[in-house]
């Protein structure tokens, strides 16, 4: 049966996005082709995917889905230049802080001479502590740079890419606690003029939490600091936390995530002005994270589309509009 388009649908509000992989942009190349505007790496443009030993760069898998994009005219986002994970150990090793930011100058520069200047491009990821006492996540980048390297990276990074809009990306976005940490560091980057344009939003969700009142503030807090938003790797899981593995799948947690997505996206579209994108984090149930996390081998069904790529009720709740 042939169903409209997402992101025809979702023209005149943002873009549609997921994330793939180098396998993913062919087993699901249709369903990517027809429903989205926008893509993630998953994993190929990470620092350690790109470069494993010192000097030494492998492109094949980022280039794949680069070309894959340019032929079908989707934006790709960039995915991601600091992290804690995925990233060489070598880069920390014998160095300071004026030889690390030059490491990180490099790798970016050597980014931008392969790819070109993206559009978007996550500068830092997952920096704010999930613990409630604690800022910043204690990092290898923070104890080289200092308690101030955020300011540092993000600047490097747009000496490089001038043009390219840099976010700051992070999960459990609408915890209250993470929140109001998350809005701290925001606001000290604007004051200090770093060059920050948005904020993603994760968006991890389940059909139990965070509560819509609780996804409609936070869009609201983000919003008031004028940055764009991206809605960055959106899913929403059918446990709770470490439930383990259902006898067979209850037609009503469908049901339940169908409403969930549907009054997720009516916020989306209600604040579509500051919204540039809405990224599923993954094209089909099939491929999922979340049939392997947080319980290994539990299997999950998480998105629009199913494992035989069609689409769920959660699909048309959010098309019929």
Known sequence: MQTESLKEKYQPYFKIGTEVSWRTID???DLLKKHFNSITCENEMKYSSLCRKPGEYSFEPADKIASFAKENDIALHGHTFVWHNQTPGFIFENT??????ATLKAHVEKVKEHFGELATFDAVNEAIEDKK????????????????YIPKVFRVIKEVLPNTALYYNDYNDCVPEKREKIMRLLKELLAEGVPISGMGMQFHASIYHPSIDEIKRSIET?????????ISEMDVSLYKEKEPQFPSLDPELLKKQADYYDQCFKIFREYHKHIDAVTLWGASDEVSWLNNFPVFGRKNWPLLFDDKHEPK?????????
């Open 133 to 148: 006492d604690t800022y910043l996540r204690d990092t290898k980048w923070k104890a080289v740079l200092g308690d101030d």
């Open 313 to 321: 009720e959660a699909f048309y709740r959010i098309m019929n509009f």
């Open 27 to 29: 087993t699901h190349a």
């Open 222 to 230: 983000y919003a008031s600091t004028g940055l764009m938003i991206r």
């Open 96 to 101: 300071d802080e004026e030889g690390l930011l």
